[in-house]
């Protein structure tokens, strides 16, 4: 079956550390993107990218970082920069990232709890 | 700026009663494209709708339907005979030209469905 899939769906991580959420399509989509969610809040945009190798800042991107190296795949990598890395993580991608075809579709999440 | 606002935070019902969810937004485009989403107690957001701003007829889907009316600047969206499995959140999505088609998200209204 097509889909997203996060991993892992807990995380715990000691302050100071860094670590990586996964994400994975199979959809054949061109963009994917990331998503922080507070208890009670709405989504809040980290990080996006449209075509491989290229991706672009949300309006939360400091203290995290991305990578698209194939286009089944889009990392994130939550640093020790980030001061309240403690959420709600959803990845999901889209056809494209234009105006055609950008309904987006979610993976399951990872929830981050810093320790 | 765009803007997503969804009034009602929480909104409580018993089974089998209609409940209407609003959505307002704001855009300078004349094109633009709303979105609605389900996100339920599992975490995963569900895409229910797409639509554009040329296309102004309601759409029904089951038990789902939604009212895009532009002369207010609202894309509220109904349940007709409320179930238990609807209780979630929603969450009502703005895609512009000035947010170069990313999602602009509303914060929610949690429904709960009471049996």
């Known amino acids: 079956d097509g889909g997203i899939t996060q991993s892992p769906k807990y995380l715990f991580r000691k302050e100071g550390q860094n670590v990586t959420l996964s994400c994975e399509q199979n959809l054949n989509h061109d963009a994917m993107y990331w998503y922080r969610q507070d208890p009670g809040q709405g989504l809040r945009l980290i990080y996006y990218?449209?075509?491989?190798?290229?991706?672009q800042k949300g309006d939360i991107a400091e203290g995290y970082s991305v990578s698209r190296e194939k286009k089944e795949s889009f990392p994130l990598t939550v640093t020790s920069a980030q001061k309240n890395p403690t959420a709600f993580y959803l990845c999901?991608?889209?056809?494209?990232?234009?105006?055609?075809?950008?309904?987006?579709?979610f993976g399951p999440g990872t929830r981050l709890t810093v320790l | 700026a765009q803007k997503v606002t969804q009034a009602q935070t929480e909104i409580s019902v018993v089974e089998k009663e209609d409940v209407t969810l609003d959505c307002v937004y704001e855009?300078?485009?004349?094109?633009?494209?709303l979105f609605w989403y389900k996100q339920p107690p599992s975490g995963e957001l569900v895409f229910l709708i797409r639509?554009?701003?040329?296309d102004e007829q309601n759409e029904i889907s089951g038990r789902y339907s939604w009212n895009f009316q532009k002369s207010t600047s609202s894309f509220n969206f109904t349940i007709t005979a409320s179930q238990v499995v609807d209780s979630a959140v929603y969450f009502c999505?703005?895609?512009?030209?000035?947010?170069?088609?990313?999602?602009?998200w509303g914060a929610g209204t949690k429904l709960i469905i009471k049996p």
């Open positions: 855009t300078r485009d004349t094109t633009y494209y």
């Open positions: 999901a991608s889209s056809r494209a990232g234009g105006p055609r075809y950008n309904e987006q579709f």
């Open positions: 999505a703005l895609s512009d030209l000035d947010s170069n088609y990313q999602l602009i």
């Open positions: 639509r554009n701003s040329f």
């Open positions: 990218s449209q075509i491989v190798n290229d991706f």
